[in-house]
């Protein structure tokens, strides 16, 4: 069973960054595209970011220009570099490996972004 491990959540103020870590247990980067995913209080679930297994990036066009995601195939890690952070952005992010119909879901990092 490969596990998701997502870490580097907090709080920060608008205007400030963060990046997002997410280790798995197991290589599956060359087999699942990667995601990044965030659901804030009383909202749907939002695809922020996704790394395909060739390595293309697409992003959701609220987080274009401010989002990055990158992995590191020797660290079984994928990363999701968040700048200019704004309230909105303000969730809990998940790391999933192969779409919202996959079992490869991590347990979640709460962002949170206020003065």
């Known amino acids: 069973q490969v596990r998701l491990v997502e870490s580097g959540g907090g709080l920060v103020q608008p205007g400030g960054s963060l990046r997002l870590s997410c280790a798995a247990s197991?290589?599956?980067?060359?087999?699942?595209?990667m995601n990044w995913y965030r659901q804030a209080p009383g909202k749907q679930r939002e695809l922020v970011a996704t790394?395909?297994?060739?390595?293309?990036?697409s992003y959701a066009d609220s987080v274009k220009g401010r989002f990055t995601i990158s992995r590191d195939n020797a660290k079984k890690t994928v990363y999701l570099q968040m700048n200019s952070l704004k309230p909105e952005d303000t969730a809990v992010y998940h790391c999933?490996?192969?779409?919202?119909?996959?079992?490869?879901w991590g347990q979640g990092t709460q962002v949170t972004v206020s003065s």
């Open positions: 197991e290589n599956i980067f060359s087999v699942l595209n």
């Open positions: 790394i395909s297994t060739g390595g293309s990036t």
């Open positions: 999933n490996g192969g779409g919202s119909a996959s079992r490869y």
